[in-house]
């Protein structure tokens, strides 16, 4: 299949063309050309981003770091406040693919793709960014800065580098006036990667921990598959959600 390839400068001139043409977004393309490349359905106007800058920066401030919507995995690992502040996000960039993928991958591509092993995802809902769009395209994502939030992330897949995920999960607490809040997310355990907001009541409530995995697996929906069983995806999000909930809290 043939396409036309559009190189805009500016947002506002990739939303036009995009509504102009009904065409796709392309950033990395480590999803969009290998779906091309397997038959499956893409547009057959594919609107580039590579030359939009501001897609591609990533600015700290006082009490903010915004990452860029096209901003490659590798560069996100690199800048350095992202290890300090945004502990479970960094981890993930660390798992995702290889370093090719890594080199190439977006963090909008990850978070747009509605993958349920999209590894980014878990750490961005935990961590509950601004994420700012000029209509149906994602700009960028706004972190907030905060020394007393504790986060963390774990993959697990068949081999410990350049695997799908069997099941990934985040988790991310801080305490405000004597409040806590606890968020947790999972990946691979459901059509798309979940943001489980009763198991993170109850933690943020009460910190019981049985209970919240026992509320956790009504909030999951994960199935037999070629990577793995949704029995063993069950006991693996049990026992990562105890791992890290210790982690983040002790």
């Known amino acids: 299949m043939d396409f036309r390839l559009h190189f805009p400068s500016t947002v506002e001139d990739a939303v036009a063309i ?9 950033a990395g393309g480590t999803i969009l050309m290998v779906d091309r490349y397997h038959g499956k359905p893409v547009a057959k106007d594919m609107v580039s981003l590579e030359r939009i800058d ?6 700290e401030t006082a009490d903010t770091i915004e990452i860029g919507a096209a901003c490659s995995f590798t560069q996100i690992e690199e800048f350095p406040p992202v290890k300090e502040y945004l502990w479970a996000l960094y981890l ?20 747009c793709s509605r993958s349920p092993a999209s590894d980014a995802v878990a750490p961005i809902l935990v961590l509950n960014p601004e994420v700012r769009m000029v209509e149906d395209l994602v700009v960028s994502f706004v972190f907030r800065k905060d020394q007393a ?10 081999r410990t580098s350049l695997a799908v995920s069997i099941l990934s999960i985040a988790v991310s607490f801080t305490e405000e006036n004597g409040k806590r809040r606890v968020r947790v997310a999972v990946g691979s355990a459901a059509p798309t990667v979940r943001f489980c907001k009763e198991t993170s ?21 994960p199935i037999d598959d070629r990577w793995g069983s949704a029995e063993y995806r069950r006991v693996v999000a049990r026992g990562l959600l105890d791992e890290l909930y210790k982690e983040v809290t002790e």
């Open 201 to 221: 009541r109850v933690l943020s409530e009460s910190g019981d921990i049985e209970a919240a995995k026992d509320v956790l697996m009504t909030e999951i929906s």
């Open 18 to 26: 995009k509504k102009a043409t009904g065409g796709s977004y392309l």
């Open 92 to 111: 993930s960039t660390t798992e995702i693919g290889g370093p090719q993928v890594r080199n190439r991958g977006t963090i909008g591509g990850n978070w």
């Open 149 to 158: 939030l504790r986060s963390a992330f774990r993959k697990v897949g068949k």
């Open 54 to 59: 501001a897609l591609h920066a990533i600015k």
